[in-house]
């Protein structure tokens, strides 16, 4: 049997589906469009944040300000007008987020500052054109021109031990800004210098501690010996003589002499225990002569802790060429005698860099003292450790430091070098470089929030018993009332 099957059309739309399907197909593209207008416009937002300085975008909430510049840094940022760039040597995912934090602040604060991370698996080859090749992880390397320079990861990183030996601990502070400042000044400075120190009396020749305070001043060393050239070297900018074993010749006094009286720059540390008449002589033309002795403190704050009276933490004068020391930092100066320094000289200035208390004296017969009692006839301080001394006529500066050890590495070390720093602030005065104040870093230890035994009580009944209460409380109520109406 064969049926037949009845096929049924579907009814016409009417006039008000067609209507309502031709809103919804109209809702829809609307909506597609609203869609891609914010996802574009969210795009550019982010890439409009994206080029905004980090400092308007991100907040520095670090214990201490770690990522705030300071207004040297700043100043010294927006005056460059060469282009400086820094290589961050990572590895891609091994950034440490500090030292990039900081780069995008210096970034911001000026248009010819930039930075770039160079991965050394993605380019193995990239540090060596700049010896860098064996710098530490995360380390950055500073180019401007043909000059570079590294700021070591460990540069920017360091341990203070000042509370170590009372607490047993130390702390850690972010020293980044310091290190790459400095490093920018490095490489942007347009000036070159040359230091030679003296050689041929038993000179101690500095280390390279106080060598480095010199690079980054701009400064280069060289030997000098009087007995093989005569005279000081035209191209000489500063003239070294550390620690002196032996007198002078009359020659090598009148080499110094003729330096000095054509504006020439002269530093000079002496050893009480060494006689140098011929070197005093030029001295005393500065204006400036020994005071006989031993300085010994008798005050417990200018002397090492532990250490006999004899090994002084001088004060620090703030002067113009003390302003490149940080601040709280000292100067170790074991075994000094003073210098006195005369009265209304003709065309000499004077400026005081290190002296004692009050309550030092200058012990006369210290060769044969046994103990550190003071005889009647030994003078009473305070006394002058180092002096400047500028002729105002012919230009030439002479400092004096009457101590032996100050441009000893062992002596720089026990300051976390507070030795070298007033070294290379000397030398800046010399040379006529304004000092860059060095920037104190940033302890990275935060302050621990401790809450009174009775707050934490009121805050556990607070969290845990009032404010659930309080959340039951008012939804039974607003359920209540939705009920009634």
Request: aromatic share 10%; with cysteine; net charge negative.
């Amino acid at each position: 049997m064969i049926f037949n099957k009845k096929h049924t059309d579907a009814p016409a739309p009417t006039q008000e589906q067609k209507a309502s399907q031709a809103r919804s197909l109209r809702s829809g593209a609307y909506a597609s469009v609203l869609v891609v207008i914010v996802l574009v416009l969210v795009i550019l937002v982010n890439l409009v944040v994206g080029a905004i300085p980090s400092k308007y975008t991100q907040f520095d909430i670090s214990t201490g300000g770690m990522f705030t510049l300071s207004d040297t840094t700043k100043t010294m940022l927006h005056d460059l007008d060469k282009d400086v760039t820094a290589y961050y040597l990572a590895e891609t995912g091994s950034e440490d987020s500090n030292i990039t934090r900081i780069l995008d602040r210096y970034a911001g604060e000026s248009s010819h500052f930039d930075w770039q991370q160079r991965d050394p698996a993605v380019y193995p080859t990239f540090a060596q054109q700049y010896d860098a090749q064996d710098a530490a992880a995360s380390s950055v390397v500073l180019v401007c021109d043909d000059n570079y320079t590294l700021v070591d990861y460990y540069d920017m990183y360091e341990a203070d031990y000042s509370s170590y030996y009372t607490t047993g601990s130390y702390t850690m502070n972010f020293a980044a800004e310091n290190a790459l400042t400095s490093g920018i000044a490095k490489v942007t400075r347009e000036n070159a210098y040359l230091l030679y120190q003296l050689a041929g009396h038993g000179e101690t020749s500095i280390e390279s501690d106080f060598t480095e305070a010199l690079a980054n001043a701009g400064v280069t060393v060289q030997d000098l010996n009087f007995l093989t050239n005569g005279s000081v070297p035209e191209d000489a900018d500063v003239v070294l003589i550390n620690a002196p074993q032996t007198d002078f010749s009359a020659l090598d006094a009148d080499a110094l002499r003729g330096y000095l009286s054509t504006g020439g720059c002269v530093l000079i540390t002496t050893d009480l225990t060494v006689d140098t008449p011929n070197l005093d002589a030029v001295l005393a033309e500065y204006g400036m002569s020994r005071e006989p002795g031993l300085i010994v403190e008798n005050d417990a704050s200018y002397y090492a802790y532990r250490y006999p009276q004899t090994y002084l933490i001088p004060e620090l004068k703030t002067n113009t060429i003390t302003s490149g020391m940080t601040k709280g930092m000292y100067v170790f100066a074991p075994v000094a005698q003073g210098i006195v320094t005369a009265e209304n000289p003709e065309n000499l200035d004077f400026t005081t860099l290190l002296s004692t208390s009050s309550s030092a004296y200058s012990m006369k017969d210290y060769a044969e003292a046994e103990t550190v009692q003071k005889g009647t006839d030994d003078p009473d301080g305070p006394f002058d450790l180092a002096v400047a001394a500028e002729n105002t006529e012919t230009g030439g500066k002479l400092v004096w430091i009457n101590c032996p050890n100050v441009l000893l590495s062992q002596m720089n070390t026990a300051v976390s070098g507070g030795n070298a720093q007033l070294f290379g602030s000397i030398v800046n005065w010399m040379t006529g470089e304004e000092n860059a104040v060095v920037i104190d870093s940033k302890s990275m230890s935060a302050e621990t929030l401790t809450v009174p035994p009775t707050a934490t009580m009121s805050l556990s009944l607070l969290f845990t018993i009032v404010l659930p209460l309080a959340v039951i409380i008012l939804g039974i109520v607003i359920v209540i009332l939705r009920r009634r109406h």
